[in-house]
């Protein structure tokens, strides 16, 4: 069976999580599309499912070990390429997997070098070409991009998609919390059931309640019928709560009682209901600093937050700003009818240097309004006054901030201001090179944070 994604799909087995995710992620970065199993079990199950274009699996596992599972895979598709590795080693297990039909037998700790070329020779001779087509890695769903942090998003999401557990987004504004949700919606076993989304911060406080456990008629004023809530909408599939920092006290301890029994209580009504709902929430506050100030239970975070998702910013990822203006802009002359083709370089390197402090809520907005403007590229003049001329910025600080920290941002924001020249920063710092060198490392200072790139 023919893998017909557009990238290679490989399998990475092995029962050691750390080195299993590690080899994932490394073959991640060179482009290629990778599925995890912690067991040969696991491994069948999804060889079965899917069509991969190679197996890498480890040699000690519990239960069937990779020598069984490389016999097993011969017999099911005797033209599927595995490379074996292991840190149990020897020669006669070489030999066993190479007489097998393993393509090839690596040791552990496991040489990046040597496995990117393993891998690499070993799709070439399948046909695939280099460079691969990565130019708009969509992840899941609308999810773009190729930088580092939003690959890590991405892992996460494969990782809890079919763990039924409550998932806690935490994002700015703007970050695409939603989409994580849908997400994790989509590539879970649950996928075919209801996804309901609901913001609890545009709906009036004391209608919250009404809206999500729903109410039988006459329950109060306006009531002329009875109503399903969302719980009831999603039931079988998956609730987003967005803003959960805006929920009332009542509304907080009511959602914890549905966590804690799986039932609902209509508004009017005494008689419990089972639902069988997954909760995603999302927030764009400090919950935890809530909870300090009395105003979110801690109790609540707690069952909401088994897993959490953290989506960085737009200026955290800026490596990921043109693909997102491409993404968007053929997504729009597809529903606008337009026809603009590109994006000046020039346009481009202006977005990404600008702070986004929308987030790509207001990239999106961005590139609607330069392409009403654009013919068929668009240009720096296309673009919003605001973003070719931002205004300058200003460190705002607080009566008692630590001196490190107003030094920290000093120096990003200098940085960011000089595109990441350290001589010209160092300089206009009144420090030497040296200095600042020492002063980066200290405070621990990424490039994402100052430079247009990963």
Known sequence: MKNMDSQPR???????????????????????????????????????????????????????????????????DPLLKVIMVTGYGSIEHAVQALHLGALDYMPKPIDPVKLKDVVRRALKSQGWKYPLKTDIPLFFGEIVGQSKPIKQVAQRIRKIANIDVPVLISGESGTGKELVARAIHNASYRKDKPFVAFNTGAIARDLIISELFGHEKGAFTGASEQRKGKFEEADGGTLFLDEISTMSESTQIALLRVLETGQIERVGSARSINVNVRIVAATN??????????????????????????????????????????????????????????????????????????????????????????????????????????????????????????????????????????????????????????????????????????
């Open 285 to 454: 506050v400090d919950l935890q600093e809530l909870i300090k100030q009395k105003k979110f239970r801690e109790d609540l975070y707690y069952r909401l937050n088994v897993y959490g998702i953290d989506l960085p910013p737009l200026r955290e990822r800026r490596s990921d700003i043109p693909l997102l203006a491409n993404y968007f802009m053929q997504e729009f002359n597809k529903k606008y009818k337009t026809n603009v083709e590109t994006i000046d370089p020039k346009t481009l390197e202006i977005l990404q240097n600008y702070q986004w402090p929308g987030n790509i809520r207001e990239l999106r907005n961005v590139i609607v309004h330069a392409m009403i403007q654009a013919k068929e590229k668009i240009l720096p003049k296309d673009l919003p006054p605001f973003v070719l001329q931002p205004a300058a910025e200003e460190i705002r600080l607080k009566a008692g901030t630590p001196l490190p920290d107003i030094e920290r941002v000093s120096i990003v924001q200098t940085l960011r201001m000089v595109g990441g020249n350290k001589v010209k920063a160092a300089n206009l710092l009144g420090i030497s090179r040296k200095s600042l060198y020492n002063k980066i490392e200290e405070y621990n200072i990424k490039d994402e944070e100052y430079l247009a790139g990963d």
């Open 10 to 76: 490989l399998l990475v087995i092995d029962d050691d999580d750390a080195h299993r995710e590690g080899m994932a992620l490394l073959l991640e970065d060179e482009g290629y599309l990778v599925d995890q199993a912690e067991g040969a079990e696991r491994a069948m199950e999804l060889i079965r499912r899917h069509a991969y274009d190679l197996v890498i699996t480890d040699y000690k596992m519990q239960k069937i070990d990779g020598m069984e599972l490389l016999k097993m895979i011969n017999d099911y």
